[in-house]
DNA sequence: CCATTTTTTTAGGCGTGTCTAATTTTTTTA
DNA sequence: TAAAAAAATTAGACACGCCTAAAAAAATGG
Protein backbone atom coordinates (compact mmCIF):
# COMPACT_ATOMS: atom_id res chain seq x y z
CA UNK A 1 0.00 0.00 0.00
CA UNK A 2 1.21 3.49 -0.99
CA UNK A 3 0.73 6.18 1.29
CA UNK A 4 0.70 9.86 -0.27
CA UNK A 5 2.98 12.22 1.52
CA UNK A 6 1.46 15.12 2.34
CA UNK A 7 3.42 18.48 2.57
CA UNK A 8 2.00 21.34 4.61
CA UNK A 9 4.28 23.76 4.05
CA UNK A 10 4.33 25.96 7.28
CA UNK A 11 5.13 29.32 7.36
CA UNK A 12 6.38 31.46 9.73
CA UNK A 13 4.92 34.74 11.24
CA UNK A 14 7.27 36.56 9.63
CA UNK A 15 6.79 35.23 5.58
CA UNK A 16 2.86 35.55 5.92
CA UNK A 17 3.49 39.19 6.85
CA UNK A 18 5.28 39.17 3.84
CA UNK A 19 2.82 38.00 1.61
CA UNK A 20 -0.14 40.05 3.17
CA UNK A 21 1.80 42.83 2.44
CA UNK A 22 3.10 42.32 -1.00
CA UNK A 23 -0.87 41.41 -1.69
CA UNK A 24 -1.51 45.00 -0.08
CA UNK A 25 0.96 46.91 -2.73
CA UNK A 26 0.05 45.25 -6.03
CA UNK A 27 -3.27 46.06 -5.32
CA UNK A 28 -2.85 49.14 -4.32
CA UNK A 29 -0.10 50.32 -7.70
CA UNK A 30 -0.88 47.19 -9.97
CA UNK A 31 2.62 46.76 -10.74
CA UNK A 32 5.09 44.65 -8.93
CA UNK A 33 6.67 45.52 -5.98
CA UNK A 34 9.72 46.90 -5.35
CA UNK A 35 12.00 45.44 -2.51
CA UNK A 36 12.47 49.31 -0.99
CA UNK A 37 8.45 49.07 -0.79
CA UNK A 38 8.62 46.23 1.64
CA UNK A 39 11.22 47.73 3.57
CA UNK A 40 9.52 50.73 4.16
CA UNK A 41 5.80 49.26 4.90
CA UNK A 42 7.69 46.81 7.94
CA UNK A 43 10.18 49.72 8.82
CA UNK A 44 13.34 47.03 8.32
CA UNK A 45 16.41 47.93 6.10
CA UNK A 46 16.51 47.09 2.29
CA UNK A 47 18.62 44.26 2.75
CA UNK A 48 16.57 42.31 4.82
CA UNK A 49 13.78 42.09 2.05
CA UNK A 50 16.25 40.85 -0.55
CA UNK A 51 17.25 37.97 1.77
CA UNK A 52 13.33 37.28 2.30
CA UNK A 53 12.12 37.66 -1.30
CA UNK A 54 14.71 35.32 -2.08
CA UNK A 55 13.35 32.61 0.20
CA UNK A 56 9.95 33.21 -0.78
CA UNK A 57 10.80 33.12 -4.54
CA UNK A 58 12.15 29.80 -3.92
CA UNK A 59 8.89 28.30 -2.48
CA UNK A 60 7.40 29.92 -5.34
CA UNK A 61 5.64 31.73 -3.26
CA UNK A 62 6.72 34.84 -5.60
CA UNK A 63 8.17 35.65 -8.34
CA UNK A 64 11.45 38.27 -8.15
CA UNK A 65 13.58 39.54 -10.87
CA UNK A 66 16.74 41.21 -9.59
CA UNK A 67 16.24 45.14 -8.82
CA UNK A 68 12.78 44.86 -10.28
CA UNK A 69 10.72 43.90 -8.13
CA UNK A 70 8.23 41.08 -6.95
CA UNK A 71 4.75 39.94 -8.12
CA UNK A 72 3.13 36.97 -5.87
CA UNK A 73 2.51 33.95 -7.38
CA UNK A 74 -1.12 32.35 -7.37
CA UNK A 75 -0.05 30.05 -4.94
CA UNK A 76 1.28 33.22 -2.77
CA UNK A 77 -1.86 35.43 -3.26
CA UNK A 78 -3.81 32.08 -2.08
CA UNK A 79 -2.16 32.02 1.04
CA UNK A 80 -1.80 35.91 1.25
CA UNK A 81 -5.68 36.02 0.81
CA UNK A 82 -6.20 33.44 3.28
CA UNK A 83 -4.23 35.63 5.93
CA UNK A 84 -6.14 38.22 5.19
CA UNK A 85 -9.14 36.13 5.99
CA UNK A 86 -7.51 35.13 9.13
CA UNK A 87 -7.33 39.05 10.51
CA UNK A 88 -10.65 39.94 9.33
CA UNK A 89 -12.60 37.28 11.13
CA UNK A 90 -10.37 37.57 14.33
CA UNK A 91 -10.76 41.93 14.14
CA UNK A 92 -14.71 40.87 14.18
CA UNK A 93 -14.74 38.37 16.88
CA UNK A 94 -12.62 40.41 18.96
CA UNK A 95 -15.29 43.79 18.34
CA UNK A 96 -18.59 41.98 18.07
CA UNK A 97 -18.10 39.31 20.40
CA UNK A 98 -15.62 40.76 23.38
CA UNK A 99 -16.41 43.99 22.70
CA UNK A 100 -12.98 46.06 21.99
CA UNK A 101 -12.73 49.51 20.25
CA UNK A 102 -12.25 49.11 16.41
CA UNK A 103 -9.21 50.98 16.95
CA UNK A 104 -8.07 48.12 19.67
CA UNK A 105 -7.93 44.96 17.48
CA UNK A 106 -5.16 45.54 14.19
CA UNK A 107 -2.52 44.59 16.55
CA UNK A 108 -4.36 41.96 18.45
CA UNK A 109 -5.45 40.25 15.02
CA UNK A 110 -1.69 40.88 13.19
CA UNK A 111 -0.71 38.10 15.81
CA UNK A 112 -3.82 35.82 15.85
CA UNK A 113 -4.00 35.69 12.11
CA UNK A 114 -0.58 33.66 12.66
CA UNK A 115 -2.01 30.93 14.19
CA UNK A 116 -1.99 27.78 12.07
CA UNK A 117 -5.76 26.30 12.28
CA UNK A 118 -8.09 26.15 9.17
CA UNK A 119 -10.47 24.44 11.16
CA UNK A 120 -10.69 27.40 14.20
CA UNK A 121 -10.94 30.01 11.69
CA UNK A 122 -14.17 28.79 10.02
CA UNK A 123 -15.59 27.99 13.39
CA UNK A 124 -15.09 31.43 14.48
CA UNK A 125 -16.68 32.39 11.08
CA UNK A 126 -19.55 30.35 11.33
CA UNK A 127 -20.04 31.34 14.94
CA UNK A 128 -20.04 34.72 14.03
CA UNK A 129 -22.62 34.13 11.48
CA UNK A 130 -20.58 34.69 8.17
CA UNK A 131 -20.11 38.17 8.43
CA UNK A 132 -19.17 39.74 5.06
CA UNK A 133 -17.19 42.72 6.37
CA UNK A 134 -15.02 43.12 9.36
CA UNK A 135 -14.95 46.09 11.88
CA UNK A 136 -13.31 48.77 9.93
CA UNK A 137 -15.59 47.62 6.43
CA UNK A 138 -12.87 45.69 4.96
CA UNK A 139 -14.61 42.69 3.42
CA UNK A 140 -14.10 38.98 4.64
CA UNK A 141 -12.58 36.74 1.54
CA UNK A 142 -14.75 33.76 1.88
CA UNK A 143 -13.12 30.14 2.34
CA UNK A 144 -12.64 29.93 -1.53
CA UNK A 145 -10.75 33.37 -1.55
CA UNK A 146 -13.44 35.23 -2.98
CA UNK A 147 -13.15 38.69 -1.77
CA UNK A 148 -16.35 41.48 -2.72
CA UNK A 149 -14.62 44.66 -3.99
CA UNK A 150 -16.72 47.33 -2.39
CA UNK A 151 -17.22 50.59 -4.83
CA UNK A 152 -16.56 52.98 -2.24
CA UNK A 153 -14.88 56.17 -3.48
CA UNK A 154 -12.59 58.01 -0.44
CA UNK A 155 -13.88 61.10 0.84
CA UNK A 156 -11.17 63.34 -0.61
CA UNK A 157 -12.45 62.71 -4.10
CA UNK A 158 -15.93 63.12 -2.98
CA UNK A 159 -17.69 66.30 -4.65
CA UNK A 160 -18.80 69.03 -2.39
CA UNK A 161 -21.85 69.46 -1.56
CA UNK A 162 -22.72 65.62 -2.03
CA UNK A 163 -24.11 63.45 1.11
CA UNK A 164 -22.05 60.10 1.47
CA UNK A 165 -22.09 57.09 3.86
CA UNK A 166 -18.96 56.26 5.54
CA UNK A 167 -18.53 52.12 4.62
CA UNK A 168 -15.05 51.62 5.38
CA UNK A 169 -11.71 52.92 6.53
CA UNK A 170 -8.65 52.41 4.61
CA UNK A 171 -6.18 52.33 7.52
CA UNK A 172 -6.41 50.74 10.40
CA UNK A 173 -3.90 52.68 12.74
CA UNK A 174 -4.74 53.28 15.86
CA UNK A 175 -4.77 56.86 16.12
CA UNK A 176 -6.70 57.12 13.03
CA UNK A 177 -9.23 55.23 14.32
CA UNK A 178 -8.92 57.21 18.26
CA UNK A 179 -9.29 60.38 16.24
CA UNK A 180 -12.45 58.82 14.87
CA UNK A 181 -13.95 57.89 17.58
CA UNK A 182 -13.25 61.56 18.98
CA UNK A 183 -15.11 62.88 15.56
CA UNK A 184 -18.38 60.42 16.14
CA UNK A 185 -17.43 59.26 13.16
CA UNK A 186 -18.21 55.41 12.46
CA UNK A 187 -19.17 52.79 9.37
CA UNK A 188 -22.57 53.92 8.66
CA UNK A 189 -21.93 57.57 9.57
CA UNK A 190 -23.40 59.69 7.37
CA UNK A 191 -21.89 62.71 6.43
CA UNK A 192 -22.72 66.00 4.30
CA UNK A 193 -19.43 66.94 2.65
CA UNK A 194 -19.69 71.33 2.89
CA UNK A 195 -16.28 72.55 1.78
CA UNK A 196 -13.22 71.74 0.38
CA UNK A 197 -10.04 73.99 0.71
CA UNK A 198 -8.09 74.02 -2.36
CA UNK A 199 -4.49 74.89 -0.78
CA UNK A 200 -4.59 71.51 1.24
CA UNK A 201 -7.59 69.45 -0.01
CA UNK A 202 -8.84 69.82 3.54
CA UNK A 203 -12.82 69.13 4.13
CA UNK A 204 -15.29 70.69 5.90
CA UNK A 205 -17.73 67.98 7.00
CA UNK A 206 -21.22 68.04 8.30
CA UNK A 207 -21.12 64.57 10.42
CA UNK A 208 -24.47 62.93 11.12
CA UNK A 209 -26.96 65.44 12.87
CA UNK A 210 -24.14 66.84 14.96
CA UNK A 211 -22.26 69.96 14.04
CA UNK A 212 -19.60 70.44 11.19
CA UNK A 213 -16.14 69.47 11.53
CA UNK A 214 -12.83 70.27 9.37
CA UNK A 215 -10.59 67.28 8.85
CA UNK A 216 -7.06 67.35 7.15
CA UNK A 217 -6.85 65.40 3.46
CA UNK A 218 -5.06 62.81 4.72
CA UNK A 219 -7.83 61.59 6.69
CA UNK A 220 -10.31 62.45 3.78
CA UNK A 221 -8.24 60.11 1.84
CA UNK A 222 -8.78 57.06 4.23
CA UNK A 223 -12.28 57.67 5.03
CA UNK A 224 -14.34 54.66 2.48
CA UNK A 225 -17.64 56.52 1.52
CA UNK A 226 -20.50 55.85 -0.73
CA UNK A 227 -23.14 58.49 -1.89
CA UNK A 228 -25.96 58.65 0.33
CA UNK B 1 9.15 65.70 35.41
CA UNK B 2 10.53 62.11 35.72
CA UNK B 3 9.21 59.42 33.59
CA UNK B 4 9.37 55.88 34.67
CA UNK B 5 10.02 53.76 31.92
CA UNK B 6 7.83 50.77 31.99
CA UNK B 7 10.04 47.71 30.74
CA UNK B 8 7.14 45.27 29.52
CA UNK B 9 9.57 42.27 28.78
CA UNK B 10 8.23 40.43 26.53
CA UNK B 11 9.36 36.63 26.38
CA UNK B 12 9.32 34.31 23.11
CA UNK B 13 7.33 31.61 22.77
CA UNK B 14 9.92 28.89 23.64
CA UNK B 15 10.98 31.20 26.87
CA UNK B 16 7.22 30.77 27.85
CA UNK B 17 7.06 26.75 27.04
CA UNK B 18 9.94 26.56 29.08
CA UNK B 19 8.54 28.23 32.22
CA UNK B 20 5.34 26.24 31.39
CA UNK B 21 7.68 22.77 31.26
CA UNK B 22 9.21 24.05 34.49
CA UNK B 23 6.53 24.55 36.52
CA UNK B 24 4.86 20.97 35.95
CA UNK B 25 7.96 19.65 36.15
CA UNK B 26 8.82 21.28 39.96
CA UNK B 27 5.05 20.56 41.08
CA UNK B 28 5.26 17.04 40.20
CA UNK B 29 8.60 16.11 41.96
CA UNK B 30 8.98 18.89 43.99
CA UNK B 31 12.87 19.13 43.65
CA UNK B 32 15.02 21.43 41.63
CA UNK B 33 14.64 20.53 37.76
CA UNK B 34 17.13 19.01 36.22
CA UNK B 35 18.25 19.70 32.34
CA UNK B 36 17.83 16.49 30.97
CA UNK B 37 14.46 16.33 32.12
CA UNK B 38 13.46 19.34 30.15
CA UNK B 39 15.14 17.81 27.59
CA UNK B 40 12.76 15.28 27.34
CA UNK B 41 10.03 16.67 28.19
CA UNK B 42 10.79 18.67 24.25
CA UNK B 43 12.12 15.84 22.87
CA UNK B 44 15.52 18.20 22.18
CA UNK B 45 18.72 17.32 22.80
CA UNK B 46 20.59 18.64 26.50
CA UNK B 47 22.66 21.59 25.31
CA UNK B 48 20.07 23.35 23.55
CA UNK B 49 18.82 23.22 27.45
CA UNK B 50 21.49 24.48 29.09
CA UNK B 51 21.88 27.05 26.96
CA UNK B 52 18.08 28.32 27.29
CA UNK B 53 17.95 27.63 30.88
CA UNK B 54 21.61 30.22 31.67
CA UNK B 55 19.45 32.83 29.32
CA UNK B 56 16.47 32.39 31.25
CA UNK B 57 18.86 32.50 35.03
CA UNK B 58 19.73 35.99 33.42
CA UNK B 59 16.32 37.56 33.10
CA UNK B 60 15.60 36.01 36.85
CA UNK B 61 13.08 33.80 35.87
CA UNK B 62 14.98 30.91 37.69
CA UNK B 63 17.95 29.97 39.33
CA UNK B 64 20.33 27.71 37.88
CA UNK B 65 22.97 26.03 39.54
CA UNK B 66 25.63 24.43 37.13
CA UNK B 67 24.87 20.96 37.12
CA UNK B 68 22.42 21.08 39.49
CA UNK B 69 19.37 21.91 38.19
CA UNK B 70 16.66 24.82 37.77
CA UNK B 71 14.13 26.06 39.85
CA UNK B 72 11.67 28.81 39.35
CA UNK B 73 11.89 32.53 40.88
CA UNK B 74 8.75 33.88 42.25
CA UNK B 75 8.71 35.94 39.19
CA UNK B 76 9.01 32.91 36.84
CA UNK B 77 6.40 31.08 38.89
CA UNK B 78 4.59 33.86 38.15
CA UNK B 79 4.55 33.71 34.62
CA UNK B 80 4.77 30.32 34.19
CA UNK B 81 1.08 30.42 35.80
CA UNK B 82 -0.52 33.48 33.59
CA UNK B 83 0.71 31.07 30.98
CA UNK B 84 -1.30 28.05 32.18
CA UNK B 85 -4.18 30.26 32.65
CA UNK B 86 -4.19 31.43 29.31
CA UNK B 87 -3.84 27.48 27.85
CA UNK B 88 -6.82 26.86 29.91
CA UNK B 89 -8.97 29.97 29.10
CA UNK B 90 -8.25 29.44 25.59
CA UNK B 91 -9.27 25.49 25.51
CA UNK B 92 -12.14 26.27 27.65
CA UNK B 93 -13.06 28.73 24.77
CA UNK B 94 -12.88 26.19 22.00
CA UNK B 95 -14.87 23.50 23.46
CA UNK B 96 -17.29 25.61 24.98
CA UNK B 97 -18.11 28.22 22.53
CA UNK B 98 -16.69 26.51 19.16
CA UNK B 99 -17.60 23.05 20.00
CA UNK B 100 -14.54 21.57 19.39
CA UNK B 101 -14.04 17.95 20.86
CA UNK B 102 -11.38 18.14 24.52
CA UNK B 103 -9.29 15.74 22.22
CA UNK B 104 -8.47 18.60 19.86
CA UNK B 105 -7.82 21.94 21.76
CA UNK B 106 -4.58 21.04 23.63
CA UNK B 107 -2.55 21.79 20.45
CA UNK B 108 -4.68 24.65 19.25
CA UNK B 109 -3.94 26.20 22.66
CA UNK B 110 -0.32 25.47 22.91
CA UNK B 111 -0.47 28.30 19.93
CA UNK B 112 -2.55 30.80 21.29
CA UNK B 113 -1.76 31.02 24.57
CA UNK B 114 1.47 32.71 23.24
CA UNK B 115 -0.65 35.52 21.98
CA UNK B 116 0.68 38.21 24.23
CA UNK B 117 -2.45 40.47 25.38
CA UNK B 118 -3.65 40.01 28.92
CA UNK B 119 -6.34 42.25 27.67
CA UNK B 120 -7.51 39.78 25.59
CA UNK B 121 -7.65 36.66 28.26
CA UNK B 122 -9.37 38.28 30.78
CA UNK B 123 -12.37 39.37 28.58
CA UNK B 124 -12.40 35.74 27.18
CA UNK B 125 -12.54 34.68 30.65
CA UNK B 126 -15.79 37.23 31.26
CA UNK B 127 -17.07 36.20 28.25
CA UNK B 128 -17.19 32.00 29.55
CA UNK B 129 -18.85 33.40 32.54
CA UNK B 130 -14.86 32.98 34.49
CA UNK B 131 -14.85 28.98 34.61
CA UNK B 132 -13.00 27.22 37.28
CA UNK B 133 -11.73 24.09 35.24
CA UNK B 134 -10.67 23.79 31.55
CA UNK B 135 -12.29 21.21 29.80
CA UNK B 136 -10.42 18.02 31.02
CA UNK B 137 -10.88 19.26 34.19
CA UNK B 138 -7.79 21.36 35.49
CA UNK B 139 -8.28 24.32 37.36
CA UNK B 140 -8.14 27.40 35.73
CA UNK B 141 -5.86 30.12 37.97
CA UNK B 142 -7.33 33.26 38.64
CA UNK B 143 -5.98 36.60 37.53
CA UNK B 144 -3.77 36.74 40.57
CA UNK B 145 -1.90 33.09 39.93
CA UNK B 146 -4.36 31.58 42.73
CA UNK B 147 -5.23 27.76 41.67
CA UNK B 148 -8.07 25.79 43.22
CA UNK B 149 -5.95 22.29 44.14
CA UNK B 150 -8.03 19.24 43.13
CA UNK B 151 -8.38 16.66 45.87
CA UNK B 152 -8.92 14.61 43.32
CA UNK B 153 -6.83 10.60 43.67
CA UNK B 154 -5.90 8.98 40.21
CA UNK B 155 -7.77 5.60 39.55
CA UNK B 156 -5.16 3.55 39.77
CA UNK B 157 -4.85 4.23 43.75
CA UNK B 158 -8.82 4.16 44.43
CA UNK B 159 -9.80 0.79 45.95
CA UNK B 160 -11.78 -2.06 44.58
CA UNK B 161 -15.31 -1.96 45.46
CA UNK B 162 -15.54 1.77 45.29
CA UNK B 163 -17.64 4.58 43.51
CA UNK B 164 -15.76 7.70 42.04
CA UNK B 165 -16.56 10.38 39.80
CA UNK B 166 -14.53 11.34 37.13
CA UNK B 167 -12.98 15.40 37.36
CA UNK B 168 -10.32 15.38 35.59
CA UNK B 169 -7.69 13.39 33.13
CA UNK B 170 -4.06 14.23 33.76
CA UNK B 171 -2.59 14.20 30.55
CA UNK B 172 -3.78 16.06 27.54
CA UNK B 173 -2.96 13.46 24.38
CA UNK B 174 -5.02 13.15 22.10
CA UNK B 175 -5.02 10.02 22.05
CA UNK B 176 -5.80 8.86 25.34
CA UNK B 177 -8.41 11.63 24.92
CA UNK B 178 -9.99 9.83 21.59
CA UNK B 179 -9.58 6.70 23.63
CA UNK B 180 -11.63 7.80 26.60
CA UNK B 181 -14.07 9.19 23.54
CA UNK B 182 -14.43 5.71 22.68
CA UNK B 183 -14.99 4.44 26.27
CA UNK B 184 -17.85 7.10 26.72
CA UNK B 185 -15.68 8.68 29.70
CA UNK B 186 -15.88 12.20 30.34
CA UNK B 187 -15.49 14.78 32.83
CA UNK B 188 -18.72 13.81 35.45
CA UNK B 189 -18.58 9.61 34.36
CA UNK B 190 -19.24 7.29 37.45
CA UNK B 191 -17.04 4.63 37.59
CA UNK B 192 -17.37 1.82 39.79
CA UNK B 193 -13.81 -0.13 40.51
CA UNK B 194 -14.56 -3.82 40.23
CA UNK B 195 -11.02 -5.32 40.31
CA UNK B 196 -7.53 -4.72 39.92
CA UNK B 197 -5.07 -7.71 38.43
CA UNK B 198 -1.97 -7.32 40.49
CA UNK B 199 0.03 -8.57 37.45
CA UNK B 200 0.13 -5.10 35.52
CA UNK B 201 -1.87 -2.60 37.61
CA UNK B 202 -4.98 -2.87 34.94
CA UNK B 203 -8.59 -2.41 36.36
CA UNK B 204 -11.87 -3.85 35.53
CA UNK B 205 -14.19 -0.78 35.50
CA UNK B 206 -18.04 -0.02 35.51
CA UNK B 207 -18.61 2.95 33.05
CA UNK B 208 -22.02 4.73 33.84
CA UNK B 209 -24.70 2.63 32.58
CA UNK B 210 -22.79 1.04 30.53
CA UNK B 211 -21.06 -2.12 30.62
CA UNK B 212 -17.66 -2.88 32.09
CA UNK B 213 -14.40 -2.27 31.19
CA UNK B 214 -10.74 -3.37 31.29
CA UNK B 215 -8.06 -0.41 31.44
CA UNK B 216 -4.81 -0.59 31.80
CA UNK B 217 -2.30 1.17 34.54
CA UNK B 218 -1.59 3.67 32.18
CA UNK B 219 -4.89 4.86 31.72
CA UNK B 220 -6.02 4.32 34.96
CA UNK B 221 -3.20 7.11 36.23
CA UNK B 222 -4.50 9.42 34.21
CA UNK B 223 -7.77 9.30 35.55
CA UNK B 224 -8.44 11.89 38.05
CA UNK B 225 -11.47 10.61 40.62
CA UNK B 226 -13.30 11.58 43.50
CA UNK B 227 -15.54 9.25 45.79
CA UNK B 228 -18.97 9.29 44.98
C1' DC C 1 37.14 4.14 46.83
C1' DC C 2 38.10 3.67 42.37
C1' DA C 3 36.23 2.50 37.83
C1' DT C 4 32.45 2.66 34.94
C1' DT C 5 28.21 4.68 33.60
C1' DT C 6 25.16 8.49 33.31
C1' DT C 7 24.30 13.27 33.19
C1' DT C 8 25.61 17.75 32.06
C1' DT C 9 28.38 21.19 30.07
C1' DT C 10 31.51 23.24 26.57
C1' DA C 11 32.74 24.02 21.86
C1' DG C 12 31.48 24.85 17.49
C1' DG C 13 27.95 24.95 13.83
C1' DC C 14 23.43 26.02 11.32
C1' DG C 15 18.93 28.29 9.54
C1' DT C 16 16.02 32.31 10.37
C1' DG C 17 15.40 37.11 10.19
C1' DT C 18 17.33 41.04 11.08
C1' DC C 19 21.37 44.63 10.81
C1' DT C 20 25.42 47.99 8.70
C1' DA C 21 28.81 49.08 5.25
C1' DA C 22 30.24 48.78 0.72
C1' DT C 23 29.19 48.03 -4.06
C1' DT C 24 26.40 47.74 -8.10
C1' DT C 25 22.46 48.83 -10.88
C1' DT C 26 18.83 51.84 -12.28
C1' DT C 27 16.77 56.25 -12.72
C1' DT C 28 16.94 61.08 -13.03
C1' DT C 29 18.52 65.28 -14.79
C1' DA C 30 21.69 68.73 -16.41
C1' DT D 1 24.23 61.18 -22.75
C1' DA D 2 27.11 61.45 -19.03
C1' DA D 3 27.21 62.65 -14.24
C1' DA D 4 24.76 62.53 -10.06
C1' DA D 5 21.26 60.64 -7.20
C1' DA D 6 18.43 56.97 -5.77
C1' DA D 7 17.46 52.22 -5.27
C1' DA D 8 18.91 47.64 -4.82
C1' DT D 9 22.22 44.06 -4.04
C1' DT D 10 26.27 41.78 -1.99
C1' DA D 11 29.17 40.93 1.94
C1' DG D 12 29.66 40.13 6.51
C1' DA D 13 27.65 40.22 11.16
C1' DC D 14 24.51 39.02 15.10
C1' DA D 15 20.75 37.06 18.40
C1' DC D 16 17.80 33.20 18.68
C1' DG D 17 16.94 28.34 19.34
C1' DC D 18 18.26 24.42 17.98
C1' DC D 19 22.03 20.70 16.61
C1' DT D 20 26.42 17.12 17.11
C1' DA D 21 30.80 15.83 19.06
C1' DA D 22 33.81 15.99 22.75
C1' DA D 23 34.96 16.97 27.52
C1' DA D 24 33.82 17.25 32.29
C1' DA D 25 31.22 16.33 36.34
C1' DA D 26 28.20 13.54 39.12
C1' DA D 27 26.24 9.23 40.34
C1' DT D 28 26.57 4.26 40.71
C1' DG D 29 28.38 0.01 42.24
C1' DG D 30 31.66 -3.61 42.84
MN1 LIG E 1 0.79 39.61 11.41
MN1 LIG F 1 -9.52 45.52 9.72
MN1 LIG G 1 -3.80 21.49 27.31
MN1 LIG H 1 -6.42 21.28 29.60
Do not use: C
Not at 98 to 121: C, M, N, P, R, T
Not at 136 to 160: M, N, Q
Not at 165 to 189: A, C, M, P, Q, R
Amino acid sequence: MKLSLIFVEVLSAAEENYLKAILKLELEHKVSVPTGALAHAFGIQAPSVTDMVKKLALKKLLKYEKSKGVRLTDKGKKLAIAIIRKHRIWETFLVQTLEFGWEEVHELAEQLEHVHSEKLIDKLEAFLGFPRFDPHGDPIPDKKGTIVSAKAIVLGAAKVGGNYKVIGISDDSTELLHYLNKLHVKLGTKLLLQSREAFDGSLVIKIGSRGTESISAIVANSLLVVED
